[in-house]
């Protein structure tokens, strides 16, 4: 076992969680990373009500008996979801641990607190950590520039991102963006983080409920196989290159608003894609972390592999390099 901050806090036995992912954070995955020692999140808005997010929360429950949690991400929208009810369901459900990321979670937060859940909070950038440990949340989850999904609009990379995080922020951090495998692990405990969280190296692995044609996809890219949609609308995504977000690319860079990319990657076109496994039918999320991914192994396989690699490097090879 690597014991830190973040184990203690969470009570799981390794420092790795398998952060919210929407249409993949569901009961198989979840519960499969639950039962391998680490912290899963179900993904909240992946349901489509408050009440279908209390039955899944309670079919996870029939499948694991170890801690997870639930991701809520709050995004500006014109008709936005009931944040507040499915909140409520997640009190309600007696979870006890909860990531949040978005826009404006004070509110949140604060509910969270009254109600004894621990709260991860997911930043992209140190100021933005600093503003949620002021708030109140219990860890950061700092997400640097290689990530997948919204790595923000600065464009610092993990290696600068974490310590410098880690230099400022008192609560536990952990590290997300580009972590796959054990030399990751040990990477982010030596820039001061206090475990890993990983997305895209979830999805490809037996119990991600996503087609095998996707996760596929995922070994055979490489570190390259990304494209950031909508920086100029300054909501920055990070996705698998295809010929959908290369056209939406060319578009976008013509200086074209947003309307007239929306058909291209809107999420049920996307979602579409991940069903009946086309990996160019749509726009899907996935990191530069690509290119450390060659196999789809079940998630107990590769939790013990993460763990197993990450202490031979910290005992065995770093140890090795120290003079008597």
């Not at 030399?183 to 890993?196: D, F, S, V």
């Amino acid at each position: 076992m690597i014991k830190t901050r973040f184990t203690e806090l969470f009570g799981v036995e390794h420092p790795i969680a398998q952060g919210g992912m929407q249409w993949v954070g569901t009961a198989e995955l979840v519960a499969a990373v639950a039962n391998a020692g680490a912290l899963g999140f179900l993904t909240a808005l992946t349901q489509p009500t408050p009440e279908t997010l209390a039955k899944e929360i309670a079919r996870c429950r029939t499948m694991t008996d170890k801690p997870f949690g639930v991701n809520l991400t709050i995004l500006p929208a014109i008709t936005p979801p009931p944040y507040a009810e499915y909140r409520q369901a997640i009190i309600e459900s007696g979870i006890t641990a909860v990531e949040t990321a978005g826009y404006r979670p004070d509110e949140h937060v604060a509910a969270f607190k009254a109600a004894g859940v621990k709260v991860i909070h997911k930043c992209t950038a140190v100021r933005h950590a600093l503003s949620a440990e002021r708030m109140g949340v219990d860890a950061i989850s700092i997400d640097g520039f290689e990530c997948a999904g919204h790595p923000g609009e600065d464009d610092v990379p993990g290696l600068i991102l974490i310590p410098a995080t880690a230099d400022k922020v008192k609560i536990p951090i952990i590290a997300s963006g580009g972590f796959g495998d054990g030399r990751g692990l040990a990477a982010a405990l030596a820039l001061g983080a206090e475990g890993i969280n990983m997305g895209t190296r979830f999805c490809a692995t037996q119990e991600a409920p996503i087609h095998d044609g996707i996760k596929q996809a995922i070994v055979a890219n490489d570190e390259r196989a990304t494209a950031l949609l909508f920086r100029s609308y300054r909501n920055t995504a990070r996705v698998a290159r295809n010929s959908v977000a290369e056209e939406a690319v060319r578009i976008e860079r013509e200086g074209k608003p947003f309307e007239a990319i929306a058909h291209l990657v809107k999420g049920a076109r996307g979602r579409e894609g991940l069903i009946s496994g086309d990996p160019e039918h749509g726009i899907w999320t996935a990191g530069m972390v690509q290119g450390l991914i060659h196999d789809v192994p079940t998630v107990a396989e590769l939790v013990d592999r993460i763990m197993s690699d990450a202490k031979a490097i910290i005992t065995a090879r770093l140890a090795g390099m120290l003079a008597d």
